[in-house]
């Protein structure tokens, strides 16, 4: 399959025979990260810009990673230390960049949609690195390649994401991912953390955690998000991880050979017990290394697949 995209914004417009044509080229990329010198000379010449606006570890430091990985130029540009703070707005900050012939933008900001408006008005890919609480598409990539290495298939199995799903831009990319690729989704949370409608996404919708969690293949348990929390959308935190904490003892509903997710960053003691995080059927830290290859394999096939793959 060649790629026909320019961006990747969201995991909504791409089909199944998409996401797994990223899955199986991250496959081909993994292997590059074991080898005593981990680069590739896939993306060599090319310049990639990473734009965040919003604090990030996991991904920004991934794309960081896998684009050295293939060989491209990175570029660092922090909203703090740039001409935004003087005023200048996100389009002419891009078509300052675009004059010096970047590639490729990896945008994170707060807000939903400005990588979709950033995209329309430049000839480089972009890619969402999250927005506000729309998407997070090479976060459910990363999920779906964990969950497909770890079970051996996506479809079939019983999903259940319990938490914050209002404010997740992780779980509806999840839930587009997911439910593309024939998964059955459960999702938990009390009432007020749950959008109106959200069972047209195609998702089962639970507000008791014992009963999402009953026959369970995965559990993904989603950061309760406090930084986006306006009103007072659960009585205290102790009560919320009372009723929606995911511990050990809760986890014995789910299938014993259930795996255990988190896109992090986690909240010990609030939504998942440490027992869980650190035990033996958590792969958060397998979540954490796919990140890398699915960001090298979304990095590549945006850029045209031209260059040459790891051989
Ligand atoms: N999962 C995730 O997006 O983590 P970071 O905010 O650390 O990038």
């Not at 329309?120 to 779906?144: F, R, Y």
């Not at 960053?265 to 995080?277: D, L």
């Amino acid at each position: 399959m060649s790629w026909k995209s320019k961006d990747l914004l969201t995991l909504e417009e791409l089909s199944a025979g998409e996401i797994a044509h990223v899955l199986d080229t991250a496959s081909s990329f993994k292997e590059v990260s074991t080898r005593s010198v981990k680069k590739v000379p896939a993306l060599r010449g090319r310049t990639v810009v990473l734009f965040f606006h919003e604090p990030s570890t996991r991904t920004r430091i991934s794309f960081e990673l896998a684009a050295k990985r293939l060989s491209a130029d990175i570029l660092n540009v922090q909203a703090a230390s740039s001409s935004l703070v003087k005023g200048e707005t996100l389009i002419d900050t891009l078509k300052t960049l675009e004059s010096m012939t970047i590639d490729a933008l990896v945008v994170r900001h707060k807000s939903s949609g400005v990588p979709q408006m950033l995209a329309s008005v430049t000839k480089a890919s972009v890619i969402n690195a999250g927005d506000g609480s729309h998407e997070h598409p090479t976060q459910g990539l990363l999920d779906l390649f964990t969950i497909r290495e770890r079970k051996g298939k996506i479809e079939g199995l019983t999903v259940t994401i319990v938490g914050d799903i209002t404010h997740s831009r992780v779980a509806r990319s999840n839930i587009y991912g997911l439910t593309k690729l024939g998964a059955r989704v459960r999702l938990c949370a009390p009432p007020t953390l749950l959008p109106v409608g959200i069972e047209k996404m195609g998702v089962e919708v639970y507000h008791d955690l014992d009963k999402a969690l009953e026959g369970a293949d995965v559990v993904y348990v989603l950061r309760l998000q406090l930084e986006r929390q306006k009103n007072n959308l659960f009585p205290t935190i102790r009560e919320y991880s009372m009723t929606f904490g995911v511990n050990n003892e809760r986890l014995k509903r789910a299938r014993k050979d259930a795996i255990v997710m988190h896109p992090g960053p986690m909240n010990r003691g609030v939504e998942i017990s440490s027992g869980v995080a650190d035990g033996s059927q958590s792969v958060i830290d397998d979540q954490v290394t796919n990140g890398v290859a699915v960001r090298m394999a979304v990095l590549y096939l945006l850029q045209g697949e031209t260059n040459e793959k790891p051989s």
